[in-house]
């Protein structure tokens, strides 16, 4: 607000990403888990986003939840961490490539050794411009604490593997992890899913293991660990966890495409166009109309992605 005038809602969240481009820069959703909003579905769908940012080990079990109330018409109930209901993960099932980041955050900077989450990068060389390059291939993890590092057929996190022919595809997925604080479990996650899982209270410090995943369609796959308890001497109380950034998998040139997220994130848009066209405050018509006009440009993205998936499950008994 400006004295007692409310300000309006402007710029958009893809109109700053779009200048951090144009200054070479790259533009990451802040606060992503705790603060979803709308703008990731529409910066994604437009490509003007370049990933998210989780600053919290609730990477793993959401255990705080959000701090808004995002109220999705046919999509009220509370997903779950395991499965693809994530808004991250749906973002991921439509075809959208997006790495991750982390960050201290103000309010932790000087309380936590390590802090609540650090983003790790694989760098060509060791400087600003070798860690945006990182950032940009997606070759990245976040953590509080343990160390990870995962390949499909060889290629690292952030690349894309490209597979053609008949039949399932066997891809060796390579996994490895170390952590100083106890962990207990291991996911390889694949589409949302649980594919493997390594869990127990004796897990050793450092871990590495093969996985043969045998698959049928296009997707991303991600490596998840952590502790289902609290590390009592975080700070925060936080669990221990980490997060990599997805392998993407191509099979016979499919883009990914799943029905129940390319429906949720449709509603999604849904709600944003509705704030836009009742709620929002804008400093002329000329801004609300390019603003609706690119909140449907978002919307047709995921109509073609839904488009894609029930075209895919016509060939298949299973929802894909």
């Not at 007692?4 to 144009?22: A, G, I, S, Y």
């Not at 207990?184 to 899982?197: C, Q, T």
Request: proline share 5%; with cysteine; aromatic share 10%.
């Amino acid at each position: 607000r400006q004295g007692d005038v409310p300000r309006p809602n402007e710029p958009l969240n893809w109109q700053v990403t779009q200048k951090m481009h144009d200054q070479g820069g790259l533009a990451f959703h802040a606060h992503f888990l705790y603060w979803p909003g709308h703008g990731s579905a529409i910066g994604g769908a437009l490509g003007l986003l370049d990933g998210l940012e989780w600053t919290m080990s609730d990477i793993v079990n959401n255990r705080r939840g959000t701090a808004q109330s995002l109220v999705i018409p046919g999509f009220e109930k509370k997903p779950t961490v395991r499965d693809s209901g994530y808004l991250y993960y749906r973002l991921l099932n439509c075809g959208l490539r997006l790495p991750l980041i982390g960050g201290t955050d103000k309010m932790s900077a000087a309380r936590t050794v390590g802090s609540v989450a650090r983003t790790y990068a694989k760098v060509g060389e060791w400087t600003h411009q070798g860690f945006m390059n990182a950032l940009r291939s997606g070759n990245t993890f976040v953590t509080n604490g343990p160390l990870l590092a995962l390949t499909a057929n060889g290629l690292p996190i952030g690349s894309e593997l490209q597979l053609s022919g008949k039949g399932d595809f066997p891809v060796e997925v390579d996994v490895y992890c170390f952590s100083q604080r106890p962990i207990n479990y291991i996911h390889i996650i694949y589409n949302g899913k649980v594919v493997y899982e390594l869990g127990g209270n004796n897990l050793p410090k450092q871990i590495q293991f093969k996985h043969i995943l045998n698959l049928e369609r296009s997707g991303w796959v991600a490596l998840r660990v952590g502790h289902n308890k609290s590390n009592m001497e975080d700070w925060w109380g936080y669990n221990q966890a980490a997060h990599s950034s997805p392998i993407y998998i191509t099979l016979n040139g499919e883009t990914p495409a799943k029905t129940e997220d390319a429906r949720y994130l449709i509603a999604r848009t849904d709600t944003a166009i509705n704030w836009a066209e009742n709620k929002a405050i804008w400093s002329s018509q000329e801004n609300k109309k390019t603003a609706l006009k690119s909140f449907q440009e978002a919307r047709d993205f995921f109509e073609l992605v839904l488009e894609r998936s029930l075209n895919t499950s016509r060939t298949s008994p299973d929802d894909h």
